[in-house]
């Protein structure tokens, strides 16, 4: 079955941090650049990070840059992204996104 899950979202503080996983399943995982995707309440869903099939390239939404990390192990067919220092308006449905698949999302709430 072809399928992304995400998984590690949750609640925490302003200026904690949150890892995100996403499995992969059922594709040449390897071989597609993949995705971070973001949706607030009220808003459309942005783009936050992306890595391609390698992992030698990446790119971040200027809202993110120095504060969150994309990565892949494609042994494991998994892609993360450690966000630091979060901050209440990274409150947001996580979507992982790869071979024109969606995953689920995970809600990652920041609020004292």
């Known amino acids: 079955q072809v399928q992304l899950v995400e998984s590690g979202g949750g609640l925490v503080q302003p200026g904690g941090s949150l890892r995100l996983s996403c499995a992969a399943s059922g594709f040449t995982f390897s071989a597609y650049t993949m995705y971070w995707y973001r949706q607030a309440v009220g808003k459309e869903r942005e783009l936050v990070a992306s890595?391609?099939?390698?992992?030698?390239?990446?790119n971040y939404a200027d809202s993110v840059k120095g504060r969150f990390t994309i990565s892949r192990d494609n042994a494991k067919r998994m892609v993360d992204l450690q966000m630091n220092s979060l901050r209440p308006e990274d409150t947001a449905v996580y979507y992982c996104?790869?071979?024109?698949?969606w995953g689920q999302g995970t809600q990652v709430t920041v609020s004292s």
């Open positions: 890595i391609r099939s390698t992992g030698g390239g990446t």
């Open positions: 996104y790869g071979r024109a698949i």
